[in-house]
């Protein structure tokens, strides 16, 4: 069973920074892409940017990118990172990680990211 555990999350000033993690647990999968969503209250779940399982195909939306860097660690578990730069109140949302193998996806619990003065 894949399990995804997220952490990070936070409440940061406009302008500040932020890590996301992401473990993922119970990998088989041979071709996948991973990624992270957020959804803010009242609205749809966007994605944010998306990275392919070699780690060669990198994609953000156009909000973010220039701010934000998606990052593969496969040294010891399989880890997702999303460092956010810059940050602004529009970027404030639940943050979630994502795992996409076909038409499958499996999702972690969520972390909250508040930027607010």
């Known amino acids: 069973q894949l399990q995804l555990v997220e952490s990070g999350g936070g409440l940061v000033q406009p302008g500040g920074s932020l890590k996301l993690s992401c473990i993922v647990s119970g990998f088989t999968l041979d071709h996948y892409a991973m990624g992270w969503f957020r959804q803010a209250p009242g609205k749809e779940r966007e994605g944010v940017s998306c990275?392919?399982?070699?780690?060669?195909?990198?994609?953000y939306k156009d909000s973010v990118k220039g701010r934000f860097t998606i990052s593969a660690d496969k040294s010891k578990d399989d880890t997702i990172n999303l460092q956010m730069n810059s940050l602004k109140p529009d970027d404030t949302g639940v943050y979630y990680c994502n795992v996409k193998s076909g038409s499958i996806d499996y999702w972690g619990q969520g972390t909250q990211v508040t930027v607010s003065s």
């Open positions: 990275i392919s399982s070699g780690g060669g195909v990198v994609h």
